[in-house]
């Protein structure tokens, strides 16, 4: 079955045992500080935290837009990961991006990266942060906002921690991740809209391959993008996306002489070139996200997780699923690469004509 939660029962097992234990040295430290109220607070300095993942800072970019119609004249302060901070800045999403490396989102737990992190955020509230913002609901997170100090802060509970918060809020983990940040920004008065971008059609361009994703688990098998290769490069343009992930598979590529294009740069790069583009296919990762937010069609491939939680929301997507639930022994609660390899690249072909077909006929 398909599994429509963010977190894993073990995960929230120890993270509220953990909550549990910190809840009356933190709650203590609490009382030592001032209250505050939106009404009475003049909100001259915001802190967003998003720095897990490139597709998760694509996800809130709405959410964004609306703290800032919200707050006009205060300055949006985005902290996101290193290789997002180029993204972001040239998409605008906040006035000021800080990059910045975070020890939990690559499971280090050195002591010294983590008091090295907390003297980070500490630095950070020296500059007022009035209000802050975190979508994640990771206890951890929640403990990185408390540091920063802000005057007010909101974040999710999900894993414990909501003495971390002036402001804590009940996650919803049944919805779409865009939709979480969205609920999350109203209790500061915010108006968000949970809007499709507007569909862009280059009937001209290529279809695109994105064959990374930050988990193997995630993937597509590669001998899957190569048959899909086979099916369509007779009749369609195809460009793959030179990565780390698709080294091996443009090798075989080359070796197999199939008619296909290679595309490398920067992410900026990326995304200037991809919005000309007409389609791509990509499994759950930040490809299909920056793909929508540009309004190309996605063809997007999703194995045992959920796409109601993560889809990329856009008007032309696709998101293709196993025909059967998940009952493979697997290594991780949620993802499963048996799953993604149920999905035979003819299934893609065939949703990607039908597509196309569409488009055409809409155009």
């Known amino acids: 079955m398909l599994i429509s939660k963010v977190y894993s029962p073990i995960h929230l097992f120890w993270s509220h045992l953990i909550s549990y234990i910190l809840l009356p040295y933190y709650s203590f430290l609490n009382l030592f500080r001032t209250s505050y109220t939106l009404d009475t607070l003049d909100v001259k300095n915001i802190l967003v935290t998003e720095y897990h993942r490139i597709g ?3 996800m809130i970019a709405p959410a964004l837009q609306s703290i800032k119609a919200r707050f006009p004249d205060a300055h949006l302060v985005l902290l996101c990961n290193e290789p997002t901070a180029p993204l972001a800045n040239h998409l605008n999403l906040a006035d000021e991006v800080i990059p910045v ?6 499971w280090d737990w050195s002591l010294s990266k983590w008091i090295e992190i907390r003297s980070f955020a500490q630095k950070l509230g020296i500059r007022g942060i009035d209000l802050a913002f975190d979508f994640k609901g990771d206890i951890r997170n929640s403990w990185f906002v408390w540091n920063v100090g802000a005057k007010i802060s909101m974040g999710y509970s999900a894993t414990g921690g909501s003495f971390f918060f ?11 991740q865009s939709r979480r940040a969205n609920e999350l920004i109203t209790k500061a008065g915010c108006s968000p809209t949970f809007t499709e971008p507007e569909l862009v059609f280059n009937k001209n361009g290529v279809i695109v391959l994105h064959v990374g994703a930050t988990d193997p688990r995630r993937a597509w098998p590669e001998k899957y993008w190569l048959d899909l290769i086979r099916l369509l490069s007779a009749e369609h343009k195809i460009s793959v996306i030179k990565t780390p992930e698709s080294k091996q598979l443009i090798k075989q590529i080359k070796d197999a002489d199939l008619k296909t294009d290679f595309f490398a740069g920067n992410l900026v790069e990326f995304k200037d070139w991809l919005k000309d583009q007409k ?6 990762s930040m490809a299909g996200h920056l793909a929508a937010y540009v309004g190309i069609p996605v063809i997007s491939i999703f194995g045992s997780q ?3 939680l993560t889809y990329p ?7 293709i699923t196993p025909d059967i639930p998940c009952d493979h022994k697997r290594d991780h609660w949620r993802l499963c690469d048996q799953c993604m390899g149920s999905i035979h690249p003819r299934i893609v ?8 077909s569409q488009l055409e006929i809409h155009k």
Do not use: F, Y
Not at 279 to 284: H, Q
């Open 349 to 356: 072909s065939s949703a990607l004509l039908d597509l196309l």
């Open 101 to 106: 490396t975070v020890p939990w989102t690559h």
């Open 56 to 58: 998760d800072v694509i």
């Open 306 to 308: 959920n796409p109601d």
């Open 313 to 319: 929301v856009n008007k032309g997507g696709v998101v």
């Open 166 to 176: 002036t402001h804590p809020q009940t996650m919803d983990q049944g919805i779409h």
């Open 279 to 284: 389609c791509l296919i990509a499994p759950d």
